[in-house]
Every structure is written in structure tokens, then in C-alpha cells.
């Protein structure tokens, strides 16, 4: 029974704290998995460009006409996605 109060704590805890990030992490290797070349996307660094191609964990990354970087697929941190595109989606 002295154990009982240090169960419900760690319960809460994996709960309220693990339980979560595990769901985002996998939302997150979900959407990485989905992108494809043209989308836009918006790095973790703050910088958005539109993918124009592939190449195994990197990414190539139109940023302006003339500049393209290169980032790896891991600094993705979320595909954009405009409000009138979603009216056309519908």
C-alpha cells in the first residue's frame, strides 16, 4: 500500500507529459512522410520555401527565384498551407 501513492503519480505523470509528446512526434513523422515535391513548407529556423526535390534525408529548398538551399528533412517543422487553398480543396 505504500507504493500505491507513487503509481497514481507516475500514471498522472506518463499521462499529462509523455503521452502527448509521443502523439505529436508521431503527427510530426506523419506530415514528413506525406510531403512531396511543390509544397511549401517552413523550416525550424524560421525560413519558408517550396520543396524541389529529394535526395534521402535532405531536402532541396526554393527559397526565392534565384536561391535554393539545401536543409535536412528533420528541420521541417510543418507544411504551409494557405486559406484560400483549403476553399479549393473543398
Not at 523550416?43 to 535536412?72: C, H, M, N, Q, R
Amino acid at each position: 500500500m505504500e507504493f500505491l501513492p507513487l503509481i497514481i503519480i507516475m500514471v498522472a505523470m506518463w499521462a499529462l507529459l509523455i503521452l502527448p509528446q509521443q502523439r505529436r512526434t508521431k503527427a510530426h513523422r506523419e506530415m514528413l512522410a506525406k510531403l512531396d515535391v511543390g509544397d511549401e513548407i517552413l523550416t525550424s529556423a524560421g525560413i519558408y520555401g517550396t520543396i524541389t526535390e529529394f535526395d534521402g534525408g535532405t531536402v532541396f529548398l526554393a527559397v526565392s527565384d534565384s536561391l535554393e538551399i539545401k536543409i535536412t528533412l528533420d528541420s521541417i517543422s510543418e507544411r504551409v498551407v494557405y486559406a484560400d487553398e483549403e476553399v479549393d480543396a473543398e
